[in-house]
Protein backbone atom coordinates (compact mmCIF):
# COMPACT_ATOMS: atom_id res chain seq x y z
CA UNK A 1 0.00 0.00 0.00
CA UNK A 2 1.44 3.46 -0.52
CA UNK A 3 -0.20 6.76 0.27
CA UNK A 4 0.20 10.80 -0.06
CA UNK A 5 1.22 11.14 2.99
CA UNK A 6 -2.24 11.25 4.94
CA UNK A 7 -4.48 8.89 6.25
CA UNK A 8 -4.15 5.36 7.56
CA UNK A 9 -2.55 2.50 5.50
CA UNK A 10 -4.07 -0.19 7.70
CA UNK A 11 -6.43 0.63 10.73
CA UNK A 12 -8.13 -2.01 13.23
CA UNK A 13 -10.94 -0.19 15.42
CA UNK A 14 -11.66 -0.86 18.50
CA UNK A 15 -14.28 -3.57 17.37
CA UNK A 16 -10.91 -5.84 16.04
CA UNK A 17 -10.25 -8.89 17.96
CA UNK A 18 -7.36 -11.35 17.25
CA UNK A 19 -6.48 -10.64 14.13
CA UNK A 20 -3.58 -11.16 12.55
CA UNK A 21 -1.81 -8.57 9.59
CA UNK A 22 0.79 -10.26 7.79
CA UNK A 23 3.14 -9.34 5.26
CA UNK A 24 2.29 -5.81 4.69
CA UNK A 25 4.02 -3.28 2.84
CA UNK A 26 3.06 0.18 4.11
CA UNK A 27 4.53 3.06 2.70
CA UNK A 28 3.91 7.38 2.98
CA UNK A 29 0.57 7.58 5.64
CA UNK A 30 0.23 9.82 8.16
CA UNK A 31 -0.29 6.18 10.20
CA UNK A 32 1.32 3.17 8.42
CA UNK A 33 -1.08 1.21 11.08
CA UNK A 34 -2.84 1.65 13.87
CA UNK A 35 -4.58 -0.82 16.07
CA UNK A 36 -7.19 -0.07 18.89
CA UNK A 37 -8.28 -3.35 18.50
CA UNK A 38 -7.94 -6.39 21.26
CA UNK A 39 -5.63 -9.39 20.62
CA UNK A 40 -4.46 -8.47 17.41
CA UNK A 41 -1.16 -9.75 15.99
CA UNK A 42 1.21 -7.75 13.82
CA UNK A 43 4.12 -9.99 12.34
CA UNK A 44 6.50 -9.54 9.26
CA UNK A 45 5.17 -6.39 7.88
CA UNK A 46 6.94 -2.86 6.59
CA UNK A 47 6.28 0.24 7.64
CA UNK A 48 8.88 2.76 5.65
CA UNK A 49 8.21 6.88 4.94
CA UNK A 50 5.26 7.01 6.88
CA UNK A 51 4.84 10.04 9.94
CA UNK A 52 4.03 7.33 12.76
CA UNK A 53 5.08 3.83 11.50
CA UNK A 54 2.94 1.59 14.13
CA UNK A 55 0.55 3.38 16.47
CA UNK A 56 -0.67 0.74 19.08
CA UNK A 57 -3.31 3.47 20.60
CA UNK A 58 -5.21 3.57 24.22
CA UNK A 59 -7.64 0.87 23.50
CA UNK A 60 -5.64 -1.53 22.48
CA UNK A 61 -5.05 -4.50 24.77
CA UNK A 62 -2.91 -7.55 24.34
CA UNK A 63 -1.11 -6.63 20.92
CA UNK A 64 1.77 -8.93 19.43
CA UNK A 65 4.42 -7.23 17.45
CA UNK A 66 6.83 -8.97 16.52
CA UNK A 67 9.14 -9.58 13.29
CA UNK A 68 8.11 -5.76 11.70
CA UNK A 69 10.53 -3.21 9.60
CA UNK A 70 9.80 0.02 10.72
CA UNK A 71 11.92 2.71 8.79
CA UNK A 72 12.28 6.26 8.21
CA UNK A 73 9.37 7.33 10.06
CA UNK A 74 9.02 11.34 10.58
CA UNK A 75 7.69 11.23 13.86
CA UNK A 76 7.58 8.35 15.46
CA UNK A 77 8.38 4.38 14.43
CA UNK A 78 6.74 3.38 17.41
CA UNK A 79 4.16 5.15 18.99
CA UNK A 80 2.47 3.10 22.27
CA UNK A 81 -0.35 3.67 24.34
CA UNK A 82 -1.79 -0.18 24.30
CA UNK A 83 -1.89 -2.48 27.42
CA UNK A 84 0.17 -5.28 27.72
CA UNK A 85 1.59 -5.12 24.47
CA UNK A 86 5.08 -7.12 23.65
CA UNK A 87 7.27 -5.84 21.13
CA UNK A 88 9.50 -8.56 20.14
CA UNK A 89 12.28 -9.23 17.18
CA UNK A 90 11.59 -6.11 15.30
CA UNK A 91 14.05 -3.68 13.19
CA UNK A 92 13.56 -0.26 13.98
CA UNK A 93 16.02 2.22 11.68
CA UNK A 94 16.30 6.02 10.77
CA UNK A 95 12.91 6.95 12.89
CA UNK A 96 12.70 10.21 14.33
CA UNK A 97 11.97 8.66 17.57
CA UNK A 98 12.42 4.67 17.52
CA UNK A 99 9.67 3.97 20.46
CA UNK A 100 7.32 6.24 22.74
CA UNK A 101 5.78 4.68 25.19
CA UNK A 102 3.05 5.82 27.41
CA UNK A 103 2.24 2.35 29.05
CA UNK A 104 4.34 -0.08 29.62
CA UNK A 105 5.58 -2.76 27.19
CA UNK A 106 7.30 -5.78 26.50
CA UNK A 107 10.20 -4.69 24.55
CA UNK A 108 12.75 -8.12 23.99
CA UNK A 109 15.42 -8.32 21.37
CA UNK A 110 14.29 -5.27 19.08
CA UNK A 111 17.26 -3.89 17.13
CA UNK A 112 17.49 -0.31 16.91
CA UNK A 113 20.02 2.00 15.06
CA UNK A 114 20.18 4.73 13.06
CA UNK A 115 17.15 6.58 14.72
CA UNK A 116 17.54 10.00 16.53
CA UNK A 117 16.25 8.70 19.82
CA UNK A 118 15.52 4.70 20.50
CA UNK A 119 13.57 4.99 23.46
CA UNK A 120 11.34 7.20 25.25
CA UNK A 121 9.03 6.69 27.88
CA UNK A 122 6.58 9.17 29.17
CA UNK A 123 4.47 8.69 32.40
Known amino acids: ?29 SYGL ?3 GYGNIIKSNTLKSNKIGLNISSHARNAQITYNKISKSTIYGVYNEGRNSTLS ?3 LTSNRYALVTVKSVKNTKNTMKGNKVNIIFIK
Not at 12 to 22: E, G, H, Q, R, Y
Open 1 to 29: LTGLFFGYGIYMDITSKSNSILWNTVIKF
Open 89 to 91: RNE
Open 34 to 36: LDA
